[in-house]
């Protein structure tokens, strides 16, 4: 019997699929998942064409992207940088624009294929819901769309031809232990967690600690926002509704387990008692290579896992009492509605405000919860709903710093 790889692969319509050049959206073009998302269409050119490139702030490295991958349109978020990206860009015949509207328009052009979503936090919402309603796939790195509003997304996704392909580690790995299995045979997702650069720190050491200590993630280099995240284990509860809505799992089957070796990317187990894993080196080229795809296999899309060099495998629970905002996840599952965004507003302000030195480390999880015990719970939110919940707790997270 052929398996279903070899069927697939044997596949005329799959072959054409493969072969045809994808054209790319990339949204967060400068950071560090938009870098990675260039160096892997870079390398395969006969694979992808850069259709769209974006970015906040950081104009100069939009435009040396620019200049390389020859876009159609290069954003900016930040209006006062119009003019500068325009200088350098038009001469070359790129189209350049700037602004939220702007971010969310760029999407839904004919040429675009996948768009792959690598802003940072609640910025992601809104281009995520353009390029759905417009059939993009999504190569979904910003697990805030999902945290926000994932009831929305799926509802959206429903009614169309896109589809969402985690570029998260742990999701990738899930979504590969799941190939060929029945959803109803899922014990638990294991989604493994490195524990951040504070695993090993005590309460009272992580109180005041700065900005520059919870930067020195372990094993990842990413982005200041995720790597705070991490330092919380904000990232791993967002990470748990993520799951959630990808893959329709119950909550009470999805639990994060801290991997300090970050080589299982993450497992799943099935109810007659079998573990799949996904193992790999720490590098997020295997995750966006394979979202690119559509869950299909780029060749050295990473380096290889030397399994003799490991000094061994650990896991151990996670600390809810040192890392209160990991147990946000099943308050927000649970309650739903706009618990999740609430969540994450007031995550977004806390993390600005520590980066910035603002306010100590052990501020963040009481301006987190303290938002969500002010900002009025809404059971079924609709999008103009999520707006409003996402300003109004980052107000209150704002003038409660
Ligand atoms: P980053 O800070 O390195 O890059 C963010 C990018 O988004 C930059 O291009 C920036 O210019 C752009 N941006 C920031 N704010 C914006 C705004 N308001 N509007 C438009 N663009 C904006 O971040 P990153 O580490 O690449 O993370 C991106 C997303 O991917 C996050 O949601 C993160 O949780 C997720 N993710 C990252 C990693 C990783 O290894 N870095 C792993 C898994 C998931
Ligand atoms: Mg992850």
């Not at 990339?26 to 160096?39: F, K």
């Not at 193992?279 to 290579?289: C, N, R, S, V, Y």
């Not at 927000?332 to 977004?348: H, K, P, S």
Request: glycine share 6%.
């Amino acid at each position: 019997m052929r398996s279903t790889y070899s069927y697939l692969c044997t596949s005329n319509q799959l072959i054409s699929c493969v072969n045809a050049i994808k054209n790319i959206a990339v949204l967060g073009a400068t950071g560090s998942i938009g870098r990675q998302t260039l160096d892997i269409i870079s390398r395969n050119p006969e694979s992808y064409r850069v259709s769209v490139l974006t970015a906040g702030s950081r104009v100069d490295e939009l435009v040396a992207a620019a200049r390389v991958h020859r876009p159609r349109m290069a954003v900016i978020a930040r209006h006062e940088l119009l003019p500068r990206l325009r200088a350098a860009l038009e001469p070359l015949g790129i189209e350049c624009a700037s602004g939220d509207e702007a971010l969310a328009d760029c999407v839904d052009a004919d040429d675009i294929d996948t768009v792959v979503t690598a802003t940072v936090g609640y910025s992601g919402l809104l281009p995520t819901v353009r390029a759905i309603k417009a059939g993009k796939d999504i190569a979904l790195a910003n697990k805030e769309t999902l945290v926000v509003a994932g009831d929305l997304i799926n509802s959206l996704l429903a009614e169309s031809s896109s589809k969402i392909y985690p570029v998260d580690s742990e999701h990738s790995a899930i979504a590969q232990c799941l190939l060929g299995e029945d959803t109803a045979k899922v014990r638990r997702l294991l989604i493994t967690a490195s524990g951040g650069p504070f695993r090993t720190r005590s309460a009272a050491e992580m109180e005041n600690a700065t900005a520059a200590d919870a930067l020195k993630h372990p094993n990842w280099r990413m982005g200041a926002k995720i790597t705070v995240d991490s330092a919380t284990m904000m990232n791993k509860a967002f990470e748990i509704i993520e799951a959630h809505f990808l893959f329709g799992i119950a909550p009470e089957k999805i639990e994060a387990v801290v991997h300090p070796q970050s080589v299982v990317h993450s497992m799943v187990e099935f109810t007659d008692g079998a573990i799949k894993a996904q193992l790999g080196i720490p590098d997020m080229h295997l995750p966006i290579a394979y979202a690119l795809g559509a869950h299909t296999r780029l060749e050295n899309a990473s380096a290889p896992l030397s399994l003799q060099s490991l000094n061994g495998l650990t896991f151990e629970a996670p600390d809810a009492g040192r890392f209160p905002c990991i147990s946000l996840a099943h308050t927000a599952l649970e309650r739903r509605g706009n618990t999740a965004c609430v969540i994450n507003a007031a995550n977004e302000i806390a993390v600005e405000a520590f980066l910035s030195g603002r306010i100590p480390f052990g501020r963040i999880y009481p301006i987190i919860a303290s938002t969500l015990e002010k900002i009025p719970f809404v059971a079924s939110p609709t999008l103009d709903d999520y707006i409003a919940s996402n300003t109004e707790a980052r107000a209150y997270a704002t003038s409660n710093l």
